[in-house]
């Protein structure tokens, strides 16, 4: 007789253990400054990845440059990480994080 595969009892569940993720939250993407990158070459590639017109782009890329950060798109989870991705692509660096 074929002995049973797998646990014997019901895995119990701790309550409060678990989080709700609710994926209709947006991401935040953050670019940070760094010493390598012009400031010209910033405001290209927020023109280029975000379609920002030429005002908002040295807006945010001065918010990067003084600030040492800034917030240059709030999106689904799955849209920031390609931003993201596309950001790093460019040499930039930048992140993701969810909006406390």
Aim: net charge negative; hydrophobic share 40%.
């Amino acid at each position: 007789m074929a002995q049973p595969v797998g646990p014997t009892t019901t895995p119990v569940r701790q309550p409060g253990t678990e989080s709700e993720v609710s994926p209709d939250l947006p991401w935040d993407v953050i670019v940070w400054d760094d010493p390598v990158n012009l400031m010209s070459y910033v405001v290209f590639v927020f023109k280029r990845v975000f379609g920002f017109p030429d005002h908002l782009a040295r807006k945010l890329m001065l918010e990067v440059h003084e600030q040492g950060r800034a917030l240059v798109a709030s999106e689904p989870r799955e849209q920031a990480e390609r931003y993201v991705h596309a950001l790093h692509g460019y040499g930039l660096r930048a992140t993701m994080e969810r909006p406390s």
